[in-house]
Nanobody, 126 residues
Framework: HVQLVESGGGSVHPGGSLRLSCASS????????MAWFRQAPGKEREGVAV????????HYADSVKGRFTVSQNSAASTTYLQMNKLKPEDTAVYYC????????????????????WGRGTQVTVS
């Protein structure tokens, strides 16, 4: 089965940067889509960035476009989220997730598409 472990969270001032990492293991066919989600206190979990494994095909939530970049290492065993120009509203627990199937032929930011989840890493911007 797939295991996901996030790291790299922390506290930064507005305008700062952080790089999150998600180390993944398990069958690659169960990790065809990789995504980063976040959940702030009292809010629903939202998708912020998606990458099609072993490709450069990505997409982002409007709230992070131009500031966040999702990428993978060549083995697709680690997925990164580079976060620049951080804002207080980016404060949340960030989760890495993996999907074993496409939804309507694509990788979405729908929570329901994702089968495997990490435990999350806290990002605080203040």
């Amino acid at each position: 089965h797939v295991q996901l472990v996030e790291s790299g969270g922390g506290s930064v001032h507005p305008g700062g940067s952080l790089r999150l990492s998600c180390a993944s293991s398990g069958p690659s066919y169960q990790r065809i889509c990789m995504a980063w989600f976040r959940q702030a206190p009292g809010k629903e979990r939202e998708g912020v960035a998606v990458i099609y494994s072993r490709s450069t095909n990505t997409h982002y939530a409007d709230s992070v476009k131009g500031r966040f970049t999702v990428s993978q290492n060549s083995a697709a065993s680690t997925t990164y989220l580079q976060m620049n120009k951080l804002k207080p509203e980016d404060t949340a627990v960030y989760y890495c997730a993996a999907a074993s199937r496409f939804r309507d032929g694509s990788c979405s930011t729908d929570v329901g598409q994702y089968d495997s989840w990490g435990r999350g890493t806290q990002v605080t911007v203040s």
